[in-house]
């Protein structure tokens, strides 16, 4: 009796892939809802692409800079309740985030897929943003400048530091407006077409995740 033995029979084949859903849990018990303002001409509508029960969540943190991030999270919240209304999106807004999708919104992956770095164009906050971004996964982090900073801008902020994204400053129009409750990004359309691509590109990662 003759035996056949090929050692490829050894090697082990490729991995099975298992796609493990996210943790969830239930957003701060102060989170507030946002209710849609009436969408600007400029802005698209935003589709339904988030899962029922995986609505998304974005982290914002200031880097030295609590009113640039609060001025920025309430214009991105904003933006995305009027964007998504017309699909039935709803947005849920809490100290340091949101959350983006349908219903009532009692639950969001407890590790947002986003976090948004918020720094003013000096040197402190933007040291302070390198500094946060590498205790999250580079892939996550988007650092949003407030201000032209121009050649010294990329000196300062060092270069692992991921995605950089400038924000325009708003004028005292705008700022009175944000007083009164109205977020920039619906009052002046450079800076809210600067909160698009930057809200775009957060939709974006999230769909990768899902995939």
């Not at 947005?91 to 986003?114: I, T």
């Not at 946060?132 to 996964?137: A, K, P, Q």
């Not at 900073?149 to 270069?159: K, V």
Request: charge should be positive.
């Amino acid at each position: 009796m003759r035996f056949s033995f090929d050692f490829g029979d050894l090697r082990r084949g490729p991995p099975e892939l298992e796609l493990v859903p996210p943790t969830l849990e239930p957003p701060p018990a102060y989170a507030s809802a946002i209710p849609p303002a009436s969408r600007p001409r400029w802005l698209p509508p935003l589709l339904p692409v988030f899962h029922a029960r995986e609505p998304l969540r974005v982290t914002v943190a200031g880097a030295d800079a609590p009113a640039w991030a609060w001025r920025l999270r309430s214009s991105l919240a904003a933006l995305f309740a009027s964007a998504g209304a017309r699909a039935g999106l709803s947005v849920r807004e809490w100290h340091d985030g949101f959350a983006v999708g349908a219903g009532d919104l009692d639950q969001a992956a407890s590790v947002p897929p986003a976090v948004v770095v918020a720094a003013e164009c000096d040197p402190a906050s933007l040291s302070c943003a390198s500094r946060i971004t590498s205790s999250y996964e580079s892939e996550r982090c988007f650092v949003a400048v407030h201000g032209a900073g121009g050649p010294a801008l990329d000196r300062w902020i060092g270069p692992d530091t991921p995605r950089v994204l400038r924000f325009p400053a708003v004028g005292k129009p705008e700022l009175a407006a944000f007083g009164r409750g109205v977020p920039p990004s619906l009052t002046c359309e450079r800076f809210g077409r600067a909160c698009l691509g930057l809200g775009q590109a957060i939709v974006a990662r999230y769909r990768r995740l899902e995939r």
